[in-house]
């Protein structure tokens, strides 16, 4: 079965613009998550959404913020880019929630 | 609050056997991760384990579970270069009314020829 798709895999943005990244979870698989993964900070929890609701933020400011939608896909939103966002941004998806998380390929976003 | 340890590096050579620690702090985790995540890649899934167990293995994969020093480990069996990648402990914890994970900081393992 297929995995979890994430696009696109690369970025490149200008300081002050926004990006969407989107997230496709494995067929069947209702809770998608959200993570950022950076040299100095290692992995952290964005977000997490099951059944189209958001159920946990991590520690970020406002100008992260994401959906899904009824097909379980999810989107991730960053407004007002700064430097410090350029990360691998890598999506989870599980068919219980807190079990079995699948990961994508991540995109890279590189904020210059 | 909750974190995950884990030493920052490993070299072994070909063949040997590789054992990798973490520990944990939160006791009520329910289930204790593996991941792999080589070069520009995401992370892929080794194995998990669940927090009532002590062992499972799977194929050359042994994870062994000491919930009372809250340690965690993976072994690895006849280390191979395609091996050589960085891996990182998870737990699960339950957090504000849903699960995330909680990562280690990575052990890179490097396999020598």
């Not at chain 1, 969407?20 to 209702?30: E, Y």
């Not at chain 1, 991590?58 to 939608?69: E, I, L, V, W």
Request: glycine letters at 8%; proline letters at 3%.
């Amino acid at each position: 079965k297929a995995g979890v798709t994430q696009t696109p895999r690369y970025l490149i943005k200008t300081r002050g613009q926004q990006v969407t990244l989107s997230c496709s979870p494995i067929s069947g698989h209702r809770s998608v998550s959200w993570y950022q993964q950076t040299p100095g900070q290692g992995l952290q929890f964005l977000f997490e959404y099951f059944s189209e609701t958001q159920r946990n933020k991590g520690n970020f400011p406002g100008r992260f913020s994401g959906r899904q939608f009824s097909n379980s896909r999810s989107e991730m939103n960053v407004s007002t880019l700064e430097l410090g966002d350029s990360a691998l941004y890598l999506c989870a998806s599980s068919l219980v929630e807190g079990y079995g998380y699948t990961f994508g390929s991540g995109t890279r976003l590189t904020v210059v | 609050g909750e974190d995950v340890e884990q030493s920052l590096f490993l070299s072994v050579r070909e063949g040997d056997s590789s054992v990798i620690n973490c520990t944990y702090t939160d006791s009520s985790s329910t289930y204790l991760y593996w991941y792999k995540q080589e070069p520009g890649a995401g992370l892929q899934l080794l194995t998990y384990i669940f927090s009532n167990m002590d062992m499972k293995q799977d194929q050359r994969l042994t994870v062994l579970l000491n919930k009372k020093d809250k340690h965690l480990s993976l072994r690895i069996a006849d280390t191979q270069t395609g091996d050589s990648a960085i891996y990182f402990c998870a737990e699960s914890t339950w957090m504000d009314s849903s699960y995330k994970l909680i990562f280690g900081s990575g052990t890179r393992l490097l396999v020598r020829p």
